[in-house]
């Protein structure tokens, strides 16, 4: 209604708070009055999730509560297991999943966006590359595999040098094929033990991504 306060983010982390004061219609868009501007300063670290593609209510459940937990990025790769979902499953609708990002804006007042897109390729073309000038930035993928370093352990390590950018490579519901662990750890992603036991899609993502931007 005319007069209700509203706010208005970039996603990017700049918030107006404005009040409403016509409701349009007819083809003419609604109007506001500015009352006032925020700029947040990006949070650190910026965490990426590179995860397997999963069913659309998995995948809708991760995008929603990772961006009220501040997940900044997005990226979906498909994995030998999940051809296992189908072709129907296995089509990601991307726009539905960015509504559904902006939605968790909505409900946790995070003003930051996260990037989702869809990897064009598989683990073999996920190059490791080097990191920005004076940037901190940790690869790690979830395994059970053998070598992969307790979570306890990596967070001791980095006690007093934190990162500033993550990148979590976590896998599908049955989780990466030997050959898949293999390619992810020539890419440059440290195997990481997460539990003790295998984690679900959901939990797995979550997990990760709420012990990144907390430790």
């Known amino acids: 209604r005319v007069g209700q306060k509203v706010w208005v983010l970039d996603g990017k982390g700049t918030v107006w708070g404005a009040q409403l004061e016509d409701l349009g219609g007819n083809k003419k868009p609604a ?3 500015l009352l006032q501007k925020t700029v947040y300063a990006a949070p650190k670290p910026r965490v990426e999730l590179i995860q397997a593609v999963a069913k659309p209510k998995a995948l809708e459940a991760l995008v929603l509560h990772g961006t009220e937990l501040g997940l900044a990025g997005l990226r979906l790769i498909k994995t030998q297991y999940s051809t296992s979902l189908g072709e129907a499953a296995q089509e990601v609708d991307l726009v539905r ?14 003003p930051f966006l996260p990037k989702i897109q869809l990897h064009s390729g598989g683990l073999s073309t996920l190059e490791a590359g080097e990191p920005a000038a004076g940037v901190r930035h940790r690869r790690w993928v979830a395994s059970l595999g053998a070598g992969a370093r307790p979570w306890a352990e990596v967070v001791r390590e980095q006690a007093d040098c934190p990162p500033d950018r993550v990148s979590w490579l ?31 899609f959901l939990p797995a993502g979550c997990w990760a991504l709420a012990v990144s931007v907390t430790s």
């Open 31 to 33: 109007s506001v009055r």
């Open 97 to 110: 999943l960015r509504q559904i990002a902006l939605q968790g804006c909505k409900q946790s007042g995070n």
């Open 170 to 200: 976590i896998g599908p519901e049955g989780g990466f094929t030997p050959q898949e662990d293999c390619l992810a750890r020539a890419a440059g992603f440290e195997a990481v033990c997460l539990a003790p036991y295998r984690l679900g």
